[in-house]
């Protein structure tokens, strides 16, 4: 058995690093597959702490990541396109829970010289900000809810980009409430004592498409980038004392985000700042409130915004600061130091702010040029008054790539 894994780690360690080119004719036309797998080994232990007691828990951690993914990229003339499977991902709507396999990216674009290139499709949105986190938590989180932004956010769309510019139309993705007839409940009242609702609309809403844009410069030495994302949901309000005839109101959600990543050294050395600021943006899913509980992934609070009887929105606004120092001290060895700190705030009388902050240690070893072992140690916590949650953690991921 154990030459069996020895072999099967020569043969694994013996594939080209790089994606696999399967058609090229020297010209304009050509076909490449490509893959990683990501598996983790660890263990978390956290604590709950209120006012009059402390719990903890302690967890083996392991699993391949949702991540883990094979696609190809094909390029005929002026045409580009890109077709990438999951292992943990909806094919089309954001608002489930992912069960399974599907299709992370499928995308086509037409390029129009130096005019620029339309794309249209499945892909990231222009306030994804890969590239400005290493953390290996949370699947493609890059930190979210404690000071960071998600490396990935794809979502069906259409863009225009041209020169670092990426204009888009996305796919109306305000879903958190969609389809929860029945659903509400009351989260408190308001200083008239008026009745809030959370899970607002009976109907699901009427949406508008998010637009969003971003610019993003790439240097010799420098990464940096900027983004804003804007979309609103309209629907009929449901409650026991909401009139379903007259009582509609409107939610607004916007964010804005912006990174840059200087590099020193040749290379070596890298500093990568991120932070933003959004109301309302956990309808679109690209910020959250959370807390980690012991495990791989990190646990949301749930929807924060609410609305009262009369219509009146208490919108949820947040405020986060990621940063990362690294140092590639061989060519297989790298040290990593990276952390954030995340505010959540609503306007709901009496409304305690919501603390997260995080940090983590990670040494990357590269086994071979498509064959990595990534240890991290991981703390994050999160207050509201009395309540707290504070975790620790230690995973290895091993990431293999072609």
Not at 53 to 71: E, M, V
Not at 136 to 148: A, E, K, Q, S, V
Not at 366 to 383: C, D, E, H
């Amino acid at each position: 058995m154990k030459k069996v894994l020895l072999t099967l780690a020569a043969v694994l360690m013996a594939v080209p690093a790089f994606a696999i080119e399967v058609y090229n004719n020297g010209e304009d036309t050509s076909v490449e597959i490509y893959g990683t797998a990501r598996g983790y080994v660890g263990y978390g232990h956290s604590t709950m702490d209120d006012s009059i007691d402390t719990s903890a828990t302690d967890d083996f951690l392991y699993g391949l990541q949702g991540n883990s993914r094979i696609g190809t990229k094909f390029k005929i003339g002026n045409f580009a396109g890109q077709v990438e499977l999951g292992a943990n991902e909806n094919t089309l709507t954001f608002g489930q829970s992912k069960v399974g396999v599907g299709l992370r990216q499928v995308w086509g674009s037409y390029t129009f010289g130096n005019a620029g290139t339309f794309v249209a499709g499945k892909t990231d949105t222009p306030t994804s900000m890969s590239g400005f986190s290493s953390d290996i938590m949370d699947t493609d989180g890059g930190l979210n809810g404690f000071g960071g932004n998600s490396t990935s956010n794809r979502r069906f769309q259409m863009a225009y980009r041209v020169m670092g510019l990426d204009i888009a139309i996305i796919e109306n993705d305000m879903s958190a409430n969609k389809g929860n007839v029945g659903g509400v409940y009351q989260s408190g009242i308001d200083a008239n004592n008026r009745p809030i609702y959370s899970n607002i609309f009976a109907d699901g809403g009427e949406y508008i498409p998010r637009l969003a844009i971003a610019y993003t410069y790439k240097g010799a030495n420098l990464m940096a980038k900027i983004g804003a994302t804007y979309s609103a949901l309209n629907g009929r309000l449901q409650g026991p004392l909401t009139n379903p005839d007259t009582r509609w109101t409107t939610i607004h959600a916007f964010g804005i985000v912006a990174g840059v990543k200087p590099t020193f050294m040749d290379g070596k050395l890298w500093l990568a700042i991120q932070a933003r600021y959004g109301m309302n943006e956990e309808f679109y899913g690209e910020a959250k409130t959370v807390y980690n509980g012991g495990a791989f992934g990190h646990t949301s609070v749930g929807t924060i915004t609410s609305v009262d009887s009369e219509g009146t929105v208490y919108n949820t606004s947040r405020v986060n600061v990621g940063l990362e120092l690294g140092y590639k001290v061989t060519e297989a060895f790298s040290a990593i130091l990276g952390g954030g700190y995340q505010l959540t705030m609503n306007e709901v009388s009496g409304f305690k702010n919501i603390n997260s902050y995080g940090a983590y240690v990670q040494i990357p070893y590269a086994v071979s040029k498509n064959f990595s072992l990534i240890p991290q140690i991981s703390y994050f916590g999160t207050s509201q008054g009395d309540l707290s949650s504070n975790a620790v953690l230690f995973v290895m991921q091993a990431r293999f790539t072609f």
